[in-house]
């Protein structure tokens, strides 16, 4: 189910997974969903992917499993 945000929410969600996502000690997982999360808001607002070069560095992805590191690089392809 996906939740239904105003726009100052959505504001606000991307700006907490932008956190989550830069934290390279927290969990991979909550990493990986925070970056899912990211791009699906990159999906809606295309100025997003202006950022996704920048969180999508090897400082960023080094720590990811190889397991999440290639489904979220899936994801990340799918906005080309």
């Not at 997982?29 to 791009?39: D, E, F, T």
């Amino acid at each position: 189910m996906k939740m239904k945000l105003t726009e100052d929410e959505e504001g606000c969600f991307f700006d907490t997974c932008t956190l989550v996502w830069e934290d390279i000690k927290k969990k991979p997982a909550s990493r990986y969903y925070a970056g899912l999360s990211i791009i699906e808001m990159a999906k809606k607002y295309p100025d997003i992917k202006n950022e996704l070069d920048y969180l999508t560095s090897t400082y960023y992805t080094k720590t990811l499993s190889p397991g999440i590191k290639r489904i979220f690089e899936r994801e990340l392809t799918k906005l080309n």
